[in-house]
Nanobody, 127 residues
Framework: QVQLVESGGGLVQAGGSLRLSCKAS????????MGWFRQAPGKEREFVTA????????YYADSVKGRFTISRDNAKNTVYLQMNSLSPEDAAIYYC????????????????????WGQGTQVTVSS
């Protein structure tokens, strides 16, 4: 099993920044990639960004490209999400996720590719 613990959420004004962290523990040798998803009230969970653990390949949703940056610290088994230029549309619960492989054979952005999930951290953006 793998445990994921997110931190760094909170309240920020529009245009501001936040940095989320997600630390993995347990069977971390399983990590192939880690990602961030978000879910706003009344909406489906959506892909935000992902990074592969060995090659560091990154993937972003169009809505966050140029504003959000994902990074990782392999030694700390931690993935980060730097969020800049936040808008009220970014407000959601942000979930960290981990996969041991792309089950579909390649990156897809689907939440069903991920084996383990964190409990989520709330991001609130005031206008």
């Amino acid at each position: 099993q793998v445990q994921l613990v997110e931190s760094g959420g909170g309240l920020v004004q529009a245009g501001g920044s936040l940095r989320l962290s997600c630390k993995a523990s347990g069977r971390t040798f399983l990590i192939y990639a880690m990602g961030w998803f978000r879910q706003a009230p009344g909406k489906e969970r959506e892909f935000v960004t992902a990074i592969t653990w060995s090659g560091g390949n990154t993937y972003y949703a169009d809505s966050v490209k140029g504003r959000f940056t994902i990074s990782r610290d392999n030694a700390k088994n931690t993935v980060y999400l730097q969020m800049n230029s936040l808008s009220p549309e970014d407000a959601a619960i942000y979930y960290c996720a981990l996969t041991s492989k792309w089950y579909s054979g390649s990156y897809s952005g689907s939440q069903y590719e991920y084996d383990f999930w964190g409990q989520g951290t709330q991001v609130t953006v005031s206008s």
